[in-house]
């Protein structure tokens, strides 16, 4: 059985030892769940289910900050008179190689306001991105690789 089913069943069992199917005690029964199963793997501590769902947590957080950044500063060229986008189209060269990672990092490039991944490149090797708000190439390949894919591959892999 998988981490993640046993993570499930503890909080069941949790809440069936209170006697309360509800939401908060499923909850704490999945947290404590948690943390016992990040303990029980003598060769690693926290075990690789605790890695994988912290950095899956993480991400969540990262994709959350940029999708909230990226609407205010949407928001900021809409309402006021200036217009300060520069929109360009850079070439992203991808460290991500099967179609899971592609597509999961293609879909929060383009669901992060101002960002929208166009294509796909022949060799699989790049993405084509319209970025509202360019600066310059280097830069936001650096931010994208370092902030969304290298988290995104560590959950996948």
């Not at 991400?59 to 990226?70: I, K, P």
Request: hydrophobic share 50%.
């Amino acid at each position: 059985m998988t981490p993640l089913l046993w993570n499930l069943v503890l909080a069941l069992l949790w809440a069936a030892v209170r006697g309360r199917v509800d939401g908060q005690s499923l909850l704490t029964g999945f947290v404590l769940g948690f943390l016992l199963l990040a303990f029980l793997d003598p060769n690693r501590f926290p075990s690789a289910y605790a890695a994988r769902t912290w950095g899956f947590v993480r991400l969540v957080g990262r994709v959350a900050w940029e999708v909230v950044t990226a609407a205010l500063q949407v928001a900021r060229d809409v309402i006021t008179p200036h217009i300060h986008a520069r929109p360009a189209i850079f070439r992203y060269e991808m460290e991500a190689r099967t179609d899971a990672e592609i597509t999961l990092l293609s879909l929060i490039v383009t669901y992060t306001p101002g960002t929208l991944g166009l294509e796909v490149s022949e060799d699989r090797k790049a993405l084509y991105v319209h970025v509202m708000f360019a600066t310059d190439r280097e830069s936001f390949c650096r931010r994208l690789h370092e902030w969304l894919e290298q988290p995104l591959l560590r959950v996948l892999r």
